[in-house]
Nanobody, 127 residues
Framework: QVQLVESGGGLVQAGGSLRLSCAAS????????MGWFRQAPGKERELVAA????????YYSDSVKGRFTISRDNAVNTVYLQMNGLKPEDTAVYYC????????????????????WGQGTQVTVSS
């Protein structure tokens, strides 16, 4: 069982930066691939970045590639999302999530492959 708490959201002007953090409880954090999803009003939840449980591979959606960086520190049970060059279209509630299956080598893209979710943090980018 993994419990997740996101922080770091807020209001920022276009071109600015934010760093999201997701703190996990439980001793098994290091065995889970972690993902950052976002959901804007009226849109489906989408995966924007993910990192394999050992940190050996990452995934970025085309919309954030080159601007966002996902990282993790298994020693403190935390995954991060550094967001640079923010755009108004990045406005959404951002959620971190843990893969439904521990120790999975590949990164899954679908939301239903993630079993544990945080409560979300709002990111608003003004133009």
């Amino acid at each position: 069982q993994v419990q997740l708490v996101e922080s770091g959201g807020g209001l920022v002007q276009a071109g600015g930066s934010l760093r999201l953090s997701c703190a996990a409880s439980g001793r098994t954090f290091s065995t889970y691939t972690m993902g950052w999803f976002r959901q804007a009003p009226g849109k489906e939840r989408e995966l924007v970045a993910a990192i394999q449980f050992r940190g050996l591979s990452t995934y970025y959606s085309d919309s954030v590639k080159g601007r966002f960086t996902i990282s993790r520190d298994n020693a403190v049970n935390t995954v991060y999302l550094q967001m640079n060059g923010l755009k108004p279209e990045d406005t959404a509630v951002y959620y971190c999530a843990a893969d439904v299956r521990p120790l999975r080598v590949g990164i899954r893209l679908a939301a239903n492959e993630y079993a544990y979710w945080g409560q979300g943090t709002q990111v608003t980018v003004s133009s």
